[in-house]
């Protein structure tokens, strides 16, 4: 497995380095007009760095572009879905069209992912840490 600090760097990059897409996801995601919603950007889980994060729900969103259509990429996308999904978290998949498109869309299959229903009351997240 890869060290903590070598993921922790890795994120830091990826943070400073963001695609336009997800510096448009990132700024609806803060946007949120909900009470305690917390989301991380290029936070490391494991062996991976994911592109967003609530912790509250364990929620992993992921952005990707064309080069994911590559079965090899794809393939890799598959095992690591897999593995997060085994250690307890719910990944969901955007394409970067459906941020430039579609971004209302995407905010409201995330407000679902979050309190179950498009019309749900939003309540206050708590993140429970994990020993």
Partial sequence: MVSTSIRRATAKRLRADTTPHERILWRALRELPTDGTHFRRQAPIG???????????????????????????????????GWLEREGYRVIRFWNSEITAHLNAVMERIYVELYGARDAEAVRLKHLRRR
């Avoid at 760095?49 to 080069?67: M, N, Q, S, W, Y």
């Fill in 47 to 81: 062996p991976y760095v994911v592109d967003f994060f609530c912790p509250a729900k364990r929620l992993i969103i992921e952005l990707d572009g064309g080069h994911h259509n590559e079965a090899e990429t794809a393939q890799r996308d598959q095992e690591r879905q």
